[in-house]
């Protein structure tokens, strides 16, 4: 019922930065928890940020937490996710979700059932 479109993708340089967007088709999405994963070639989808619906809730991955910071802008029914000192490590297709069930989102995909197609980050050394 609400779509979601990452943007914000794209190449940059060991140590620099993106702001990844995710914005979402209905206003809806303010009452959702959202989350950010990722997905590498040939590896499974890994849950990088999540942040409730009234930023009462956050967590990271632990190689997120102090470079990536989630946050919302629930009027412009839009999630983010600034990266700083980006690493080739990082490098992977970056997927928005949100979860409309009632309850908390966690670090697992089946938290989720909304999901966008996905922005590409490259980073190069």
């Known amino acids: 019922q609400v779509q979601l479109v990452e943007s914000g993708g794209g190449v940059v340089q060991t140590g620099g930065s993106l702001r990844l967007s995710c914005t979402a088709s209905r206003r809806a999405f303010g009452n959702y928890a959202m989350g950010w994963f990722r997905q590498a070639p040939g590896k499974g989808r890994e849950f990088v940020a999540t942040l409730g619906g009234a930023n009462v809730f956050s967590s990271y991955a632990s190689f997120a937490k102090g470079r990536f910071t989630i946050s919302r802008d629930n009027a412009k029914a839009t999630g983010y996710l600034q990266m700083n000192y980006l690493t080739p490590e990082d490098t992977g297709v970056y997927f928005c979700?949100?979860?409309?069930?009632?309850?908390?989102?966690?670090?697992?995909?089946?938290?989720?059932?909304?999901w966008g197609q996905g922005t590409q980050v490259t980073v190069s050394t």
């Open positions: 979700a949100a979860r409309s069930r009632t309850g908390r989102a966690g670090s697992s995909e089946d938290d989720y059932d909304h």
